[in-house]
């Protein structure tokens, strides 16, 4: 039951970063970088749950993003999956409950989302696509410091 109300939470913290993410991430671009709330949300929230629970997390930002952008709507929402997938397997296996492993996860966790959609969807400009990338890795691991304190407020801390 529990698990049933962190996830439902996880959720809706997720839902109010993406309408941030929708409404205001053009206007705090840092000269071109964009954040991506949605993404960021993502990536620490699995953080906290198992990979069932990631999965979940990540059709719904993948779904989420894809109905904003209405382009290659699968591919965003099948890298989005497969990130919140991988992130949540590591429950079991390394010690997730930390501010520097939110950082990595955020930065690893971008980039790996990221070429999984440019797998699924090739951009015509390589270059351009990496630097843009990089960038916005950059902005969503320092976006993931405030995160990581709210979300593992809402997530309570599992035993």
């Not at 109010?16 to 991430?25: K, R, V, Y």
């Not at 059709?59 to 992130?87: C, D, H, K, P, Q």
């Amino acid at each position: 039951m529990k698990d049933a109300s962190v996830r439902g939470r996880l959720l809706l913290v997720l839902l109010a970063a993406f309408i941030l993410h929708a409404s205001i991430g053009g206007a705090i671009a840092v000269r071109g970088a964009r954040p991506d709330m949605a993404l960021t949300t993502l990536l620490v929230s699995c953080l906290f749950v198992g990979s069932n629970t990631g999965s979940v997390l990540g059709l719904f930002a993948g779904l989420l993003e894809a109905s904003y952008t209405n382009r290659f709507v699968g591919s965003i929402m099948v890298s989005r999956t497969l990130t919140g997938w991988l992130i949540g397997a590591l429950e079991e296996r390394i010690f997730r409950d930390s501010l520097l492993m939110a950082i990595a996860v955020s930065f690893l966790g971008t980039l790996a989302s990221e070429s999984l959609f440019f797998l699924f969807a090739p951009q015509p400009h390589v270059l351009r696509w990496l630097f843009r990338t990089l960038e916005s890795a950059a902005y969503n691991t320092a976006l993931s410091i405030p995160l990581y304190y709210l979300i593992r407020r809402v997530a309570a801390k599992r035993k």
